[in-house]
């Protein structure tokens, strides 16, 4: 793996979605204003209205998933939660987030690289919990026809490779938890499957 190359992707992609933001932000500005005027009530606004709420909230939730982690701030959990309600609001995976503690950027960073993961395991839905146990992360996923086979080494507890865009978040989360020293343990059943990070 080469970290030099993960770094500068970060990077990037921090700077995509610190670019994002602003116009979003317009967007919605622009729409409470209209709602001022009292013409917000069409279902074209509406639609609007949703549609930069999502978007906001995806690019809050991949800002911290694949942008850079080096700052040693910890984020609260007001916070975390505030971008997972809005992140997790639609109707599919249901998430429960048992963490009432603030996290480092780059613990938060690895989680939610591994609810992506998580989301691609369960693809016809489910619930995921993510606890923590003193410095153990467990991520516990529950659904019918989860899929491990080709995304999970339950030998090396590793994840595989992964090629294509929409499979990426697993090669980040390998590198990241190689980066941090992080064991990672797997253990499923027919119906659930258990990630626990731990140092």
């Not at 919605?28 to 509406?46: F, I, K, Q, R, V």
């Not at 998933?65 to 639609?90: H, M, Q, V």
């Not at 003193?134 to 999970?152: A, N």
């Amino acid at each position: 793996m080469l970290t030099k190359q993960h770094d500068i992707a970060a990077l990037i992609s921090s700077r995509i979605c610190h670019d994002l933001i602003s116009p979003i932000g317009a967007i919605s500005n622009g729409l409470e204003l209209l709602a001022l005027t009292g013409t917000s009530h069409s279902p074209e606004l509406a639609l609007i209205t949703e549609s930069v709420n999502a978007a906001n909230a995806k690019v809050r939730f991949l800002r911290i998933a694949f942008g850079d982690a080096t700052s040693n701030t910890a984020i609260s959990p007001t916070e975390i939660t505030d971008i997972l309600n809005d992140f997790y609001n639609g109707p599919g995976t249901s998430l429960i987030w048992a963490i009432k503690t603030p996290l480092e950027r780059h613990d938060l960073r690895l989680l939610f690289l591994l609810l992506l993961c998580a989301e691609k395991m369960a693809p016809f839905g489910g619930a995921i919990a993510v606890t923590q146990t003193g410095d153990t992360f467990m991520i516990s996923i529950t659904g019918k026809k989860l899929r491990s086979e080709g995304f999970l080494d339950f030998i090396s507890n590793r994840f595989h490779s992964q090629y294509g865009p929409p499979l990426i978040q697993f090669n980040l989360a390998q590198v990241q938890l190689d980066q941090m020293k992080y064991r990672m343990n797997l253990a499923r059943t027919q119906n659930d499957l258990c990630i626990s990070i731990m140092p």
